[in-house]
């Protein structure tokens, strides 16, 4: 597969390290004189520069995590070899879980050969690994971690490309509210950091337009029936449902609504709930449910890597998630910032360091990737908004 890519703006603080190094032949000042981790990586001859994923690889969420890490791995293979050196990508399941967020950071700051972090992938689980990257100068770039408030607070580290849960939210509201005529609304989800922030960002912008909530129901996730609160919502009398979630209790509540008399009741979810993964749960119940995806617009650059990862992995991308894109984006955006702060030293290390390349990844700009152009600006790097599809004949399609 050709290369395509990327303007940077090359940041005054890598020229600096750069100048003072005369040029590629010594190590930075910065990385001789202070052999701290936290202030350089020191990758030695024959070793690889560790990039590492971290999401949901096994389990009801798998789909995200094995759809992100597969095009990431199509990046690290279209890198090759730098200064000698190869890019790895490493990937670790977090259960797509704060718990497991946290453990998997753990596990990846202990490991000195680890620049940067692609992930995580889950806002619950992001929000429990920011601080120990934080505390170890470790860049972030996530795929899909949209919670509003992860790129607040003090750290540096963190830096997205999806459109936040705000975002979202607003303009599902507006979608079902003026597209689709809905003047009464039900609103679910399931307690999770994403599902609940999305849901009530909804409520929020739907009632502002004038529309009724008729209910709030919150469930639990990873159980096979709700129909004791969809009777409760059915007794409210809505015309639509919107949830806030991810794609296996999305199916669950798809096939209880007929169950609790809501047969011609619409269900609206989000992009957590977008997916071939919905549909083959769900099964009929998936026909006429609406959702919520960031896919990015047609382009030579996007048809050319959708027949390559298809010719790979046997699905097209966006089959099993709406992140394929964003995987192999974010995982490509960080090898060009860390071969923008690399430093080749006479004792034939290549020497990272740290600040600077936190630097460069806050510093994003004019990325050319496959979701779209990206810049970073206090860690959101795309301001666009979501379109949406509905399932008909047993796939998403747009309405």
């Not at 159980?223 to 009398?237: F, K, P, R």
């Amino acid at each position: 597969m050709s290369k395509r890519y990327y303007l940077f703006s090359i940041l005054i603080a890598v020229s600096l390290i750069l100048a003072a190094c005369g040029g590629a032949a010594k190590a930075p000042d910065v990385c001789a004189e202070n052999p701290d981790e936290t202030v350089c990586a020191v990758i030695e001859e024959g070793s690889t520069i560790k990039i590492g994923y971290a999401g949901p690889m096994a389990g009801d969420y798998s789909a995200f995590g094995i759809d992100i890490s597969n095009a990431g791995l199509l990046a690290v293979d279209d890198a090759g070899e730098f200064n000698g050196f190869t890019f790895e990508l490493l990937i670790e399941d977090t259960q797509g879980s704060g718990e497991g967020g946290a453990s998997v950071a753990n596990l990846y700051v202990s490991d000195p050969d680890v620049v940067a972090i692609a992930g995580h992938t889950f806002s619950g689980s992001t929000a429990a690994a920011i601080p120990i990257y934080n505390a170890a100068r470790l860049p972030m770039l996530s795929p899909s971690a949209t919670k509003a408030d992860l790129t607040d607070g003090p750290q540096d580290v963190f830096n997205r490309i999806p459109f936040t849960d705000d975002l979202q939210g607003q303009f599902a509201a507006e979608y079902l509210y003026n597209v689709l005529g809905v003047t009464k609304l039900a609103v679910m989800h399931d307690g999770d950091a994403y599902g609940k922030g999305v849901a009530e960002r909804v409520q929020e912008v739907y009632m502002s337009l004038g529309g009724e909530v008729v209910a709030v129901e919150a469930v639990t996730p990873g159980e096979t029936d709700y129909s004791a609160v969809l009777t409760d919502i059915g007794a409210s009398d809505p015309e639509a449902i919107y949830f806030g979630g991810y794609y296996p209790e999305c199916a669950v509540i798809a096939q209880g609504m007929p169950v609790a008399g809501m047969e011609d009741v619409l269900l609206f979810s989000d992009d957590g709930s977008y997916g071939e993964a919905f549909i083959e749960l769900a099964g009929p119940h998936a026909e006429g449910v609406y959702a919520a995806t960031g896919a990015p617009l047609d382009s030579a650059a996007k048809a050319e890597f959708d027949a390559y990862f298809e010719s790979i992995y046997g699905d097209p991308p966006g089959a099993i998630s709406t992140f394929t894109w964003h995987g192999y984006d974010i995982v490509d955006a960080l090898i060009q910032t860390i071969k923008s702060v690399a430093i080749l030293g006479d004792d034939g290390s290549l020497y990272i360091p740290r600040e600077a390349l936190v630097e460069a990844v806050n510093g994003l700009s004019g990325y050319e990737g496959l979701t779209g152009v990206l810049t970073c600006n206090g860690g959101e790097c795309n301001a666009s908004g979501p379109s949406f599809q509905v399932v008909q004949d047993g796939a998403w399609v747009i309405p």
